[in-house]
């Protein structure tokens, strides 16, 4: 039998109050979901699960330590910078 095992990851406290700091500049609260690492048993299979990031109902995807955010998708990276002026386009 395959077993999962689940730990989930605490948002690095400073990426968790850019973005909030990001979203009260474009007036808007984020919903922040935790990640998570999966590993399955006598295995080295491992997966990172990004934090997400609810903003206006667009998901966003974040890695601790990471520079770059992902819209909707591994496939989009926008600096972190940038993401005040990217929520702002979309309104």
């Given amino acids: 039998m395959v077993n999962i095992i689940k730990q989930e990851i605490e948002m690095e406290t ?5 973005i909030e700091f990001i979203c009260s500049f474009c007036g808007t ?3 922040i979901y935790s990640g998570s690492i ?3 048993e ?3 299979l491992t ?3 990004p934090h997400r990031i609810i903003i206006n109902g667009i998901t966003y995807l ?3 330590y990471e ?3 992902y819209v909707e998708n591994l496939s989009k990276p926008i ?3 940038s993401l005040e002026e990217y929520i702002k386009s979309l309104n």
Avoid: D, G, Q, R
């Fill in 14 to 18: 400073a990426l968790k109050n850019k």
């Fill in 29 to 31: 609260t984020p919903t």
């Fill in 38 to 40: 999966k590993m399955i």
């Fill in 42 to 44: 006598h295995t080295n």
């Fill in 47 to 49: 997966y990172v699960e």
């Fill in 62 to 64: 974040a890695f601790n």
């Fill in 67 to 69: 520079p770059n955010i």
């Fill in 79 to 81: 600096p972190l910078s």
